[in-house]
């Protein structure tokens, strides 16, 4: 028996449905349809403290998303990013670019220094409420309560978590780099700063595009952090967008929420094609 | 993201343990004695510095909150007063949550990797090795699944939840993980390395699609699927945003929301809950330790091809 001229067999057919169909349900049970109902709640406004919605079209998007709150969270979640995504790229940089290199014991200093990778961001965020404690800390700083310093207070976790992905990621891409090309400068007479600037940062510029996207959608979707350290405080200083769509689950509030959901989808959307553009490029021009 | 994408089995992911390069004839400088000491110094230095946080928690913890908090700056480098106990009280804090949310992260972390190992082994197979209808569309939309990741859908993931009744249970925690579109990503990549002519042959030779899948393309590829094991591990273990949402009971709680919970302690305890912390940590880092190969080459797939 055929199915769409002759292209597949029936047999084939009813297998490849079946054995997607488990991966396919999941999807759409708690990706997809989720995602269609926010869209849609997204266009209700609540009434009487949640008791009853009115439909209000698209214009509840344009109220959110132009308003003061979504601002703020957009603007407390750049910030994280400020101070994570750089500082990521660069200690990863100079972590790997000390550690790639042949010695003695070196597989001890590499694992050593990968070892934050397997951190979970509740025990980082646990680790830096006992270190920036004003009464109990080894260092006795009150910055989550400090509307200039909480933001960085809650991106410290992030900072040290993120050590040891970032060097693993570019000492594999200095890993990658052939031999001949570093022997080459060599023999040009390159010395190591010269070489590091014109011969390796360049050839390692992909994996550092990766790291920084990577970085980047990392640290949107943070939230142990905020959570556990300042819950959003001091005067919602440190509610991120993220932070904002996770309070309003409440029925006054899941009509503005959704659409800043939407808002995050949109953010985490830009930055995930953009990786997808970038390993693209990277396909045609090697 | 295209078929021609596919790699062999055996992607040459980055090692990280275990330079292979050839190494550069002649003397290279770091043969040097006096520059290989200089190199070990360095790297020590910024071991410890990556290690720091993690010792100075212990000091904490090990330490009498009240004493360690009037202690000068550089004696809280060192334990203060040191309490040997505190790692045994934080097991019997709150009635044994410790041990009871080691538990639950436990079963729910082996639940969604095998869930999510099931799922995606039996798409990718499809993906890979069997001509169906929509199957390019499929596998688009696997992998757009990407774009919807639980932080922006979980508004209504909670309330599909409470629905079904389902809030302070196992499948709330496990169910909408249960199926990974970089997993699908990861095993289809590996899958079709697998030459086609191997698959033919062993079809002939009676081998239903099943069995080829578990005994010879699981196996074939099997530092993928390591990575990708690892990687689901590491994620499932770490989840806090769902956990956070979907758990009320305290018998439920994963162990990133009783840490979360014990960090409303008072000062006069924050030394247990800095112990659970550690002890939270320790787990991961035994698996880091022992497959750092494949967790690092699970994590970089992509960044180097």
């Known amino acids: ?286 | 993201m295209t078929d021609e994408s596919a790699e062999p089995v055996e992607s040459d992911a980055p090692v990280l343990v275990g330079d292979t390069r050839p190494s550069s004839t002649g003397p290279s400088p770091s043969s040097r004695l006096s520059h290989r000491i200089g190199w070990h110094i360095l790297l020590s230095v910024l071991s410890l510095a990556v290690l720091a946080p993690l010792f100075l928690v212990l000091v904490n913890a090990l330490s009498n909150p009240v004493r360690y908090g009037q202690a000068s700056a550089t004696r809280r480098l060192l334990p203060v007063d040191v309490q040997w106990d505190v790692f045994s009280r934080a097991f019997d804090e709150q009635n044994g949550a410790m041990a009871k949310a080691f538990l639950v992260s436990a079963i729910v972390t082996a639940l969604i990797v095998v869930a999510q190992l099931v799922t995606s082994a039996l798409a990718a197979y499809a993906y890979a090795f069997i001509e169906f209808p929509f199957k390019r569309l499929a596998f688009a939309v696997s992998i757009a699944t990407l774009l919807l990741p639980m932080e922006v859908t979980v508004l209504a993931n909670v309330r599909t939840i409470r629905d079904l009744g389902w809030v302070n249970s196992y499948q709330s925690l496990v169910l909408p993980f249960a199926a990974a579109g970089f997993g699908i990503f990861l095993l289809r990549q590996g899958f079709s390395g697998i030459p086609r002519d191997l698959h033919e042959a062993a079809r002939l030779d009676g081998f239903g699609h099943l069995h080829f899948l578990v005994r010879i393309a699981l196996p074939l590829t099997r530092p993928v699927v390591a990575a990708f094991v690892l990687v689901s591990t590491l994620l499932a273990w770490s989840s806090y945003l769902w956990p956070r949402m979907v758990i009320t009971d305290p018998q439920r709680r994963t162990l990133p929301i009783l840490l979360k919970d014990l960090s409303l302690t008072t000062a006069e305890r924050s030394n247990v809950f800095a112990a659970a912390g550690l002890i939270a940590f320790i787990p991961v880092v035994i698996l880091l330790i022992v497959f750092q190969r494949h967790i690092v080459r699970g994590l970089t797939a992509g960044a180097v091809k």
């Open chain 1, 1 to 286: 028996m055929k199915l769409f001229r002759g292209r597949y067999r029936l047999r084939d057919s009813a297998l490849g449905l079946l054995f997607i169909a488990p991966s396919m349900a999941v999807f759409i049970l708690f990706a997809f349809v989720p995602f269609v109902r926010i869209i849609g709640w997204g266009t209700y406004e609540s009434r009487q403290g949640g008791q009853w919605y009115k439909s209000v079209g698209f214009s509840q998007y344009w109220d959110v998303l132009s308003g003061h709150e979504f601002r703020e969270g957009l603007w407390h979640s750049f910030q994280f990013l400020l101070y994570t995504v750089p500082a990521g790229l660069v200690s990863g940089v100079l972590l790997a670019l000390a550690a790639d290199r042949k010695l003695r014991g070196i597989k001890i200093y590499q694992t050593a220094l990968s070892s934050t990778i397997a951190t979970a961001g509740a025990v980082a965020a646990t680790v830096f409420f006992v270190l920036i404690n004003p009464v109990v800390g080894i260092f006795k700083v009150d910055w989550l309560n400090d509307s200039h310093m909480a933001m960085f207070g809650v991106s410290l976790p992030a900072i040290w978590q993120n050590l040891g992905l970032s060097f693993v990621i570019v000492l594999a891409g200095l890993q990658a780099i052939p031999e001949e090309i570093v022997e080459a400068s060599r023999l040009d007479g390159y010395g190591p700063v010269r070489r590091l600037f014109r011969i390796t940062l360049p050839m390692i510029s992909p994996v550092l595009m990766f790291l920084a996207v990577i970085l980047m959608t990392s640290g949107i979707q943070a939230f142990a952090e905020v959570d556990l350290l300042t819950q959003g405080g001091p005067n919602e200083g440190t509610e991120t967008l993220l932070y904002k769509v996770f309070k309003s689950n409440t029925p006054v509030s899941i009509g503005t929420g959704s659409v800043m959901a939407v808002g995050l989808f949109v953010v985490t959307a830009i930055v995930v094609l953009l990786q997808f553009v970038i390993l693209e490029r990277r396909v045609h021009y090697d």
